[in-house]
Structures are given as C-alpha cells and as structure tokens.
C-alpha cells in the first residue's frame, strides 16, 4: 500500500511540475481549463505563444480605467495583452463575459487580497508591474469584458471591452 501511495504523489508531482513548463514553452494547449469551470471555452481559452497574430498594450490606471478602453479582435484570433501597471495600487486583468465578470467579483468580495494568478483568464498586476497573457478568442462574434476585481475597482467602472467580430481568423490544422 505504501508504495501504491508513493507511486501516486510521485506521479501528481511530476504532473504539478510538467504543467507550468509546458505552459511557458508554449506546449500546452491548455483549452480544456478554465478560471471557473469549462465555461471560458464560450468566451476562448489561453492560446499559445506560437499561434499570436497580434500584441496589444493596455495599461491600468490608478483612475479605475483602462487604456485603451476597447479592443476588437477577430474570431479564432490569438492575441497577446501586455498590460502594465505604472500607478501606485494594484490592480487585475480579467478576461470574460459579463457572467464571468460578475462570478469573479463575488468571488473576490468573498476573498480579498485573492491573487488572479491561478486562474488562466486573468492575472495580478502589483504597482509597476507589466505582465503577459495570450488568449485565443471564440470562433463566434461576441462582446467580452476585461476588467479589475480589486475591492471598489469594478464598481467604480473598471472595465473594458474586447469586440470579436469580422471575418474568422484561419488557423493551420
């Protein structure tokens, strides 16, 4: 029983130590997860480093905004947000439908001080911080939100909107 047991904290250690470093090398496609259940497969899902067509750079601002404050992107398009935070508060990137948007803000109302990094739709920006995340959108037009749980910061209007729409991004099979 002993060994049975070790076998398996071995095996969930490899697991926990493979996952990160196929993400950073971009070897995984990670579409099956999601910051909260399978849903994020309506809105996309993290896209791989090798598969972005475009980079686009958003700042949080200590004034509760985005810049910009609107994106469009195509369907099926893999973009990567470079979004850095020169003010002096902390502030998150959240990527979602307004459903999501709301579940994460409960989420966090629930749990301050929660750090964005576990989930994959969204991340933790400390004062100036710049950091990355690569999404490929839904194959469907939609309006998407992103936006900052920090206690106030989605109530005092701390979102943005990604319009996917135009015709659909061809991706190599």
Known sequence: MKSISRFLAAGAALVVLAVPLAQASGMADMSGMSGHGSKSDHYGVPGLVQAVTRTVKIATLDTMRFSPSRVD???????????????????????????????????????????????????????????????????????????????????AGMVGYIHVRGPAVRTAR
């Not at 893999?78 to 709301?102: C, S």
């Not at 749990?111 to 739709?121: E, L, V």
């Open 73 to 155: 992107v195509r369907p099926g398009q893999t973009v990567r947000f470079v979004i850095h935070n020169g003010g002096r508060i902390t502030h998150e990137f959240v990527i979602g439908d307004r459903a999501e948007q709301r579940a994460h803000e409960a989420e966090m109302e629930a749990h301050p001080g929660m750090k964005m990094d576990h989930d994959p739709n969204g991340l933790t920006l400390p004062p100036g911080s710049t950091r990355t995340l690569i999404w490929r959108f839904p194959r469907h037009a939609m309006t998407l939100e992103y936006a900052c749980h920090e206690p106030g910061h989605f109530a």
